[in-house]
């Protein structure tokens, strides 16, 4: 269901500017882009079974969502700071210190840093969900009821993640963790429990457990910080106004 949603988003995404200037070309190549990544995205019943928080859209059944998110993600695609712009609410919210607004997400995008752009992208290939509000939620996992401290809490971002004993790639591997919440661990002096090495300062490790259903075991160990997403991180609400869709917040934190 989310390869064909999205498949159709990219038809719609063309569709929906072909009275627009941008080029035919760069758009064309932003749809296929759409449509490649999903079907190179494993999907439930390929292969191994993605775990509990996998992306997925549940958005397909909300009135005018599906157009919404094709437009977002050709924007996205084409780094065109306008079209999102125009997608979002004048009063966007984008943080907890008053600095919000749509001029204010216009700067953001169009300054030298591309931290937003690639927030934007990793916020929409992580799957869409219907909110309590009767909006839309991305991540899709932020609007499920997940276990731990959202402070604490991380979602392990692959269905290959190797749960090691020791902050190292030689120590034995315990554990493969598949799209699942963890929670980080601890020592005694409150500091959390980590692993890097000075000479490749990307190569850092994060000491977990895993929230397991009530009954089973958790498991512990370490796994590459690269393989796990702050619960806090990124995400962004929409909401129809008068039937249009705006988003309405995006920000990290809380």
């Known amino acids: 269901m989310r390869m064909i949603g999205t498949v159709c988003a990219a038809t719609?995404?063309?569709?929906?500017?072909?009275?627009s200037d941008a080029p035919s070309e760069e758009l064309g190549l932003a749809a296929e882009e759409l449509v490649d990544s999903?079907?190179?995205?494993?999907?439930?019943?390929?292969?191994a079974e993605?775990?509990?928080l996998a992306p997925r859209d549940d958005c397909v059944n909300l009135k005018g969502a599906e157009d919404f998110l094709a437009m977002l993600q050709g924007a996205i695609a084409l780094r065109d700071a306008e079209v999102v712009v125009a997608l979002?609410?004048?009063?966007?919210?984008?943080?907890?210190?008053?600095?919000?607004?749509?001029?204010?997400l216009h700067e953001a995008l169009t300054g030298d840093d591309d931290t937003l752009w690639q927030a934007l992208e990793d916020v929409v290939a992580m799957g869409c969900a219907p909110n309590s509000s009767g909006g839309l939620?991305?991540?899709?996992?932020?609007?499920?009821?997940?276990?731990?401290?959202a402070f604490e809490s991380y979602i392990v971002t692959t269905d290959d993640g190797p749960l090691h004993s020791e902050p190292r790639e030689e120590s034995p591997r315990i554990a493969i963790l598949n799209w699942e919440e963890?929670?980080?661990?601890?020592?005694?002096?409150?500091?959390?429990?980590?692993?890097?090495?000075?000479?490749?300062?990307?190569?850092?490790?994060?000491?977990?457990r895993t929230l397991p259903p009530r009954g089973e075991e958790p498991v512990e160990g370490?796994?590459?910080?690269?393989q796990l997403r702050s619960v806090v991180d990124?995400?962004?609400?929409?909401?129809?106004?008068?039937?249009?869709?705006?988003i309405v917040a995006l920000l990290a934190g809380d």
């Open 222 to 226: 370490f796994i590459r910080a690269s």
């Open 182 to 208: 963890v929670s980080l661990r601890f020592g005694e002096d409150g500091t959390m429990l980590t692993g890097s090495n000075p000479e490749d300062p990307e190569n850092s490790w994060y000491g977990v």
């Open 50 to 52: 993605l775990g509990p």
């Open 12 to 19: 719609l995404l063309l569709a929906a500017c072909s009275q």
């Open 88 to 104: 979002a609410a004048e009063d966007v919210k984008l943080g907890f210190g008053g600095n919000d607004g749509a001029d204010v």
């Open 38 to 47: 999903v079907l190179e995205t494993p999907q439930p019943g390929e292969g």
């Open 137 to 149: 939620t991305m991540p899709w996992y932020f609007a499920q009821d997940l276990q731990g401290d």
């Open 234 to 246: 990124y995400r962004m609400l929409a909401a129809s106004r008068n039937g249009r869709w705006r």
